[in-house]
């Protein structure tokens, strides 16, 4: 693809924790703070959200075509920033309800393919950043698990529904009880996230998988994302998901994107999508 115009935002409590770089169609959102892990506060999650909404004005103006997320430093995000709550006075509830899951929900349902490269620690809100990304590749020696059993807490930003849904009540249960750490390779041998790799060259890896995102269909690969979505969340039976797809196919054959893909498949070429 041809280089696009370059934009960077940032924001956040520490002159920008949150930084944001439109580049070749590809968003790439980083959490900038890795004197703390990337630990995050409600104004790092505000800032988080604008950093979304922007990216996908740069999805509708076509200056965007997938999305990268990452952390800055030896961990991707080691969780909420406890450094300034005070027992007693702390509205976990407000943090968690008003400001976090609003923010997963928009990540999810972000109109273009996401990817997040994940080392180190991906704890508590690290880790729901990467259940509401599509698809997640980690280091081979990140750090996955509950350690809110030390805090007498619960696992939150939808640990409970990943750890339960993957690995089963027992294992799920064996990491809250024990606060025990998964490796990046254990955590995908478990089936949590896509790829573990080493740590060297798992930035690259995942710039050049959403790149190669990035020059595919994107409104068929946005389609595939609502039907993975929904057979998830809605629990849809074969014939259920046969019908969806069959909906979302006859929206596609449509699309430019499907005359393009079958005119180059007819002249035995490489399509150029979004052209």
């Not at 997040?116 to 620690?121: I, K, T, V």
């Not at 750490?181 to 995942?206: H, Y």
């Amino acid at each position: 693809m041809s280089a696009e115009s370059e934009t960077t935002s940032s924001a956040g409590t520490d002159a920008g924790m949150i930084r944001l770089t439109i580049a070749d169609g590809i968003a790439e959102v980083v959490l900038d703070a890795p004197y703390r892990l990337n630990a995050v506060d409600t104004q790092a999650l505000e800032d988080l959200a604008t950093a979304y909404d922007d990216a996908a004005v740069g999805v509708r103006e076509g200056t965007v075509r997938a999305l990268v997320l990452r952390g800055e430093g030896r961990a991707f995000c080691a969780g909420r920033n406890l450094g300034t709550v005070e027992p007693g006075n702390d509205d976990a509830f407000g943090f968690l309800d008003t400001t976090l899951t609003p923010l997963l929900q928009k990540m999810a349902d972000f109109p273009a393919p996401t990817f997040a490269a994940a080392q180190g620690a991906c704890l508590g809100v690290g880790l729901g950043l990467l259940i509401a990304t599509d698809v997640v590749y980690v280091a081979e020696n990140a750090k996955v698990g509950s350690p809110f059993a030390n805090l007498g807490l619960v696992l939150d930003s939808g640990g409970h529904w990943l750890f339960m849904e993957r690995l089963g009540a027992h294992r799920a249960l064996d990491l809250m009880y024990t606060g025990d750490l998964m490796s990046g390779t254990e955590a995908v041998r478990g089936g949590l996230f896509s790829r573990a790799l080493p740590a060297d060259g798992l930035l690259d890896f995942t710039r050049t998988k959403a790149s190669r995102a990035a020059s595919g269909p994107v409104q068929a690969h946005v389609a595939s994302k609502q039907l993975i979505n929904r057979i998830r969340d809605e629990r849809l039976g074969l014939w259920d998901a046969i019908s969806a797809e069959n909906d979302a196919q006859a929206v596609l054959a449509a699309s430019d994107d499907y005359r393009e893909g079958l005119e180059a498949f007819r002249e035995k070429r490489v399509p150029r999508f979004g052209a």
